[in-house]
Structure formats: C-alpha cells, structure tokens
C-alpha cells in the first residue's frame, strides 16, 4: 500500500488546442478511496493515465509511496488498472484472465492459483472460473475484469468508469459490493466517473472536475453541501442545486433576502453583501413546503414566498415538485403524498444556515467565515 501525490501535472494532446489537464495536483492517502467525477471530457481519465504510467505529462511529478515514479513505465509502478471497456481476453478462461498478471510476474503456480482462487472468492467468480468471457453476463465480465485487477496486489488501484458497461440495477449492485471489497483490501483507490451519485456513494473524498482541473475535493457531503463554486453544486445531486439570484438588504442591522417581492431572513455573515446582488444556492431537500397558507402575525415564522407548481412528480420515497417563485424554476422536495397538483400555489421557505451564497460574476462561493 502507498499514498498517492500528484503534483501540477499539466497535459496537452499533440491534436489539442486546450489544456487536458491543467495543473492538477491531488494527494490519495495511504488505504484512501477518491474518486473522480465530473462531466465527459474534464480530464478524469488522463489523470487516472498519468498516474498510472501509460501517459506521459508535459509537466509535473506523480509519487507514489514516496517514489518519484514519473519518469518510469507502468510494470515499474505496483499499480493495477481496471478500464471502462473491461479488456478482459475473449479466448481466456475466467481462471486464465484472473491470473494473467500474475502469470507475466512469473508467480509460481501453487500461488497463482491461491490468489485467483481467493479473488474470485471475493467477487463470488468460483463458479464461472472455467468458462469463457463470451458465457458471462456483463456484470460478470466486469467482476472478471476487477478481480485480474486486485489479484496482482498492487499498491494502487486505478478504476476509470469500472460501472458504465452495467445497467442501472447492476450498476447499484456492483457498487455496494466494490465499496466492500476495496474497504476489505484496504488498497489506495483512484477511481473515475461522470455519475455524481456513484461517486458520493464510493469515495471517501470526492474530487469535482471540470475543463482539466480539480474545482473542489472533500468529503462527499462537505462538497455537496458547501460547494466552492456554482458548477458543483450544479454537477452533484440529483436534483442539482437550485440557484436564483437576491438582493441583499439590511433591515436594522440584520440583513435580509429580497426575493422577487417577498424578504427572506439571511445569515448574519451576509451583512457584508449589504445592497449587494447574490446567487442563493439551496438544495430541493432543505426548502420547506406547505399547501396551507402560513400562519400570519405577531409570532409567525417569517420568510415564506408564494409559488405556483408546474410539475408533480412523486419518486416513491419523496414528491419532487418543479414550482416558480417569481421569475425563478425551483426544484423543491415535498414529503411522499404531498397534496399539490400542477397550477396549485404552494409556499416555501428555507432556514437562512440551509442557504449557500455564490458571486454573481465569478461563481465563486462567498467567504462566509
Ligand atoms: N488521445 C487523445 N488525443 C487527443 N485528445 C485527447 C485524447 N484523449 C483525450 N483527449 C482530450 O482531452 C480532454 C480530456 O479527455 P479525458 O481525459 O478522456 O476526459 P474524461 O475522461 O473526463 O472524459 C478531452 O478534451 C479529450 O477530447
Ligand atoms: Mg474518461
């Protein structure tokens, strides 16, 4: 096992006009799990390659262990790599695949078997060790190509969209079973997606990217639910962040929301924004939402904006309702059963720690200590 540093690894294609990646730089921990998400094209997958050894950056060092390995090939780096397209052999065995890198190593054969047996023990392959890829389920082949993965004991492991190839029931599956798995080996992981939920569900740190650098990396919830910049809120959840544009207004010497023409309370940090425009960020789920009308007077919880629902759409667990406040469509999280139909006014309000405030220019999240 052995932490992962990369330090501003800086990649241009020879047909490219643009930045791959564009000085990114990332420390995995030792027995760490990271994952990273962001839109096609962002760069994931030339990271994961760089780290790897089977790209070459124009600039910038990649340790592992400690070991200065950028200038080496990937054999020299203890890594081990599951791709997307699972490149497992067609004309191998599931025993022969499993064992195929551990054949080149020229491990002895009473270990090779032990280890293959005990991968496929792991990834529930025993049965299937002697049929041919073209006999499996995709699900399957994709366990195959895992298992040639883990059984080599490398000191990193590197995934790039392992699931894709799956359907979304497998998909689920599979990805409780490898947050299992890589936890039970305990291996450093290096894992790339563009599926937001998966990566909340396997990292123990998420790092969002976009246009070849790394926007915000955290814990899952610290990034979905403090995002540095507009575009990771946007990029996770699902719903992704609602955004709408506020002034903000001190009243006495509380500052207030204006949106649209009703005023929302505001967190005491927003006094430095006085007369200033925001972007309010606020996820479905911390919007509260009643049929009635609020309670009004002396007493009565302030805040609650009018808003007309445009869509119902119940999920099972929850009622997602896409409703317009003022000029702005919000996505809002109503209780299973909620009462509201299409054209109906329904009221909102959201506890002023829920929201998120954002430059209306940059993007950037506003400093808010
Ligand atoms: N072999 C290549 N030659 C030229 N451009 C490439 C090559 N591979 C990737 N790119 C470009 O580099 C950028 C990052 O690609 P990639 O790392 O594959 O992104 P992701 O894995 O996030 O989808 C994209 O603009 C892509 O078109
Ligand atoms: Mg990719």
Redesign the pocket.
């Known amino acids: 096992m052995a932490e992962v540093v990369v330090r501003n690894l800086v990649?241009t294609?020879?047909?490219?006009a643009?930045?791959?990646?564009d000085d990114v730089s990332l420390e995995v921990a030792d027995g760490e799990f990271v994952v990273?998400v962001?839109?096609?094209?962002?760069?994931?997958?030339?990271?994961?390659?760089m780290v790897a050894g089977l790209?070459t950056p124009d600039s910038g060092t990649v340790h592992i262990g400690g070991r200065d390995v950028t200038g080496l090939p990937a054999r020299q780096r203890r890594v081990s790599m599951v791709f997307q397209s699972y490149a497992i052999f067609p004309h191998m065995r599931v025993r022969q695949n499993i064992g195929f890198g551990l054949a080149m190593r020229k491990v002895d054969r009473q270990e090779l078997e032990r280890r293959v047996q005990r991968a496929a023990e792991l990834l529930q392959l025993e049965d299937y060790l002697d049929r041919f890829p073209a006999q499996l389920s995709g699900g399957q082949r994709q366990r195959v190509a895992v298992a040639r993965a883990i059984v080599v004991d490398a000191d990193v492991l590197l995934m790039?969209?392992p699931l894709s190839n799956l359907d979304a029931l497998l998909r689920l599956q599979f990805r409780t079973e490898l947050k299992k798995l890589v936890r039970q080996l305990g291996t450093t992981t290096l894992y790339?997606t563009?599926d937001q939920a998966e990566a909340m569900s396997l990292g123990d740190r998420v790092a969002v990217?976009r246009d070849?650098r790394i926007a915000q990396i955290g814990t899952p919830l610290a990034v979905y639910d403090r995002p540095d910049e507009q575009f990771v809120g946007g990029f996770l959840g699902a719903p992704p962040m609602n955004f709408f544009p506020a002034q903000v207004r001190l009243r006495g010497a509380d500052p207030q929301l204006v949106v649209g023409e009703d005023t929302w309370p505001a967190p005491a940090h927003l006094k430095a924004y006085a007369d200033r425009s925001v972007l309010v960020g606020v996820r479905a789920e911390n919007i509260q939402v009643t049929a009635d009308p609020p309670a009004a007077g002396p007493g009565a919880q302030p805040g609650w904006s009018a808003a007309v629902v445009e869509v119902v759409e119940p999920t099972g667990a929850a009622v997602l309702l896409t409703v317009r406040l003022d000029t702005h469509q919000l996505k809002v999280q109503a209780p299973p059963g909620f009462p509201a139909r299409p054209d109906d006014t329904v009221w909102l309000r959201s506890a002023p720690e829920m929201l998120r405030f954002f430059d209306p220019e940059t993007s950037l999240a506003l400093v808010t200590t």
């Open positions: 990649k294609y020879a047909a490219s643009h930045r791959a990646t990273l962001g839109p096609s094209g962002c760069g994931k997958t030339t990271l994961l390659r790209e790039d969209e790339v563009h990217m070849g």
